[in-house]
């Protein structure tokens, strides 16, 4: 009889996941599946995945502030933090990529029509692969604030969005860094979309004086835990 | 389950500044010998085009192997080659999607049954909170489909919204259908 002894990824607590019909984000309501989710096992697909490396990666992709011939405006900081998995474990050599407004809260995207400047010195992307420790760093500029259309004044708090692939399909995960403090938080459907309060406060960086860099920059950490991982055996019944 | 993850949010409409690439689409390089193409496109509620979509695969290599270190069948025999098993695209403004790769071969499920060739999908949008997950399956494969465990628990009037459809030669239409009439089954990982 053949077995597979397979990793098997623990699943979210449901509180701590935004559910995929959320009315107070309105764009939710035509973009949810309504039948049923089926159980899908995680067998060799599930517990794989693409392993993207330095073929993807160069070393300006995560300085975000030296691409261009000029320094772009606003406040430099550094983002941090390290890509563990909820057992505690660092997940190594994963590809992290991010991408942002500028100081005035404009996306570099022909889509975004907000009449906010542009700043030529400044696409507001980065990619990094985390260290052996699940480190990454990258300098960045404080992103702004800005409006959309989900309701009446409606404002995105800044943030800085995340996507991680750690080393499963199972564990792909993209979420939204937020910064402490924000009067914004607490109007946001997309934060408060996360029924649990102390899983949502886990979207937003902590403050490091410890990192920040003298007459240079300010320093924001930002761990990000992906699914932890067990071994299990799946395996027939023993005759 | 655990307490420690981080939440999932939105792509938001502004993804496409950062995660298409232009080999995204390409998990073998264009022109490789036996290569199939799959368009497809995304679908609201509503029955629109979801222009401001992503979908991201990830599957076996033809012989139904995974350049990864936790595939206990160990490496891949004859080592690396330009298939990368992972493709990403985002959906154009008519929703349409394309992904070029190889079929994948049968996986063992574990317990002495096969899982039929498939390909994982990831489906992102703006609306979208986490992400969906889907399968594609092949539609030249019908015994296999038959006798595949997951397929088996997908209520049978909704097999068909995961098997690919012809669509010409080496091409498959995939169309996902995130609400809806032929709402696209999408599993709980």
């Known amino acids: 009889m053949s077995e597979l002894a397979l990793p098997q990824y623990e699943k979210p607590r449901p509180g701590n996941q935004p559910p995929l019909d959320s009315p107070p984000y309105k764009a939710t309501a035509l973009r949810h599946p309504k039948q049923p989710l089926v159980l899908l096992p995680q067998r060799l697909t599930e517990v794989t995945g693409p392993l993207l490396g330095d073929s993807l990666i160069t070393m300006q992709d995560a300085d975000l502030t030296t691409r261009y011939a000029g320094e772009p405006l606003g406040q430099r900081i550094i983002v941090f933090g390290r890509v563990l998995d909820s057992g505690g474990r660092p997940v190594p050599d994963t590809l992290v990529e991010i991408w942002q407004t500028n100081a005035a809260g404009r996306y570099r995207f022909y889509v975004d029509q907000h009449p906010a400047p542009i700043d030529p010195n400044f696409d507001g992307t980065g990619r990094a692969i985390t260290d052996a420790g699940g480190g990454y760093r990258f300098i960045t500029i404080q992103p702004g604030a800005y409006p959309w259309g989900n309701h009446h004044n409606a404002w995105r708090p800044a943030h800085i969005h995340f996507s991680l692939f750690g080393r499963a399909f199972t564990q792909r995960l993209v979420t939204q860094m937020f910064f402490p403090g924000d009067p914004l938080l607490p109007f946001d459907p997309i934060y408060t979309s996360v029924p649990d309060t102390r899983a949502r406060a886990r979207m937003i960086s902590e403050f490091s004086m410890a990192e920040t860099q003298p007459e240079w920059a300010l320093a924001y950490k930002f761990d990000i835990v992906l699914r932890g991982r067990g071994q299990s055996v799946f395996e027939e019944p023993h005759a | ?189």
């Open chain 2, 1 to 189: 389950m655990s307490d420690l993850v981080t939440p999932s949010a939105t792509v938001g409409p502004y993804f496409a500044m950062r995660l298409p690439f232009p080999a995204g689409p390409y998990v073998v390089p264009a022109g490789t010998p036996g290569a199939i193409t799959i368009v497809g496109r995304m679908y609201d509620g509503a029955g629109d085009p979801i222009p401001d979509g992503l979908i991201e695969t990830w599957q076996a290599d033809p012989a139904g192997r995974f350049a990864h270190p936790d595939d206990p069948r160990g490496p891949i025999p004859g080592g690396d080659t330009a298939f990368r098993g992972f493709g990403r695209c985002p959906t154009g403004r008519d929703g349409s999607f394309t992904i070029v790769t190889l079929k994948p071969g049968p996986l063992p499920f574990g317990d002495g049954r096969t899982e039929a060739p498939h390909i994982d999908v990831s489906v992102f949008a703006r609306g979208m909170l986490d992400r969906t997950v889907t399968r594609i399956y092949f539609p030249d494969e019908t015994a296999a489909n038959d006798a595949d465990p997951v397929l088996a628990a997908v209520p049978r009037e909704r097999r068909a919204t995961l098997i690919a459809t012809p669509a010409g030669e080496n091409l498959l239409r995939f169309d996902i259908h995130v609400q809806g009439a032929g709402e696209t089954v999408f599993f709980d990982l």
